[in-house]
């Protein structure tokens, strides 16, 4: 079943791609939540259009990201966290390194942060999109707490 998805929806495609899924994951749930929509051969020529009319403010949004991605590179991001050892009490996600991004100035959204769940300290990087075209790997350093 080929569908054009109308949002990024994550591990298949970004919004306005064409993608090819099973009958019974583009039926039960991409359509029914508002993910997707069929790609019949007039809706992939109104696609056609609209991409057409579009790529001019797509080379703005690029370009906007590209400058956010230079400034995410400058922030030195360390985390403190408590630990016994190397270990940590707890873990760091995505939501802890948004909130030190928050910290050094500049808003990432959560969901578009790709960490995993860490629980040593140490050294690490993640993996950020701000646009389909711009993915940076970000460093940031966990560092234990002095108690």
């Known amino acids: 079943m080929e569908l054009i998805l109308r949002q990024d929806v994550q591990n298949l495609g970004f919004k306005d791609d064409i993608v090819s899924v099973k009958n019974g994951y583009g039926r039960n749930f991409l359509i029914p939540q508002g ?40 922030i030195e991001i ?12 707890g873990s760091i996600t995505n939501i802890d390194i948004a909130a030190a991004l928050v910290k050094g100035g500049q808003v990432i959204d959560r969901k578009f942060i790709t960490s995993g769940i860490v629980k040593r300290t140490g050294k690490y990087a993640a993996t950020v999109r701000l646009h389909r075209d711009v993915i940076i790997e970000l460093p940031y350093e966990i560092i234990a707490e002095k108690a």
């Open 35 to 74: 993910h997707a929509h069929l790609a019949t051969s007039s809706a992939k020529k109104v696609l056609a259009e609209n991409l057409k009319q579009r790529a001019h403010k797509e080379a703005k949004v690029v370009a906007d990201a590209q400058a956010l991605a230079e400034a995410l590179k400058a």
């Open 78 to 89: 360390k985390i403190f966290a408590k630990a016994g050892g190397e270990k940590l009490f």
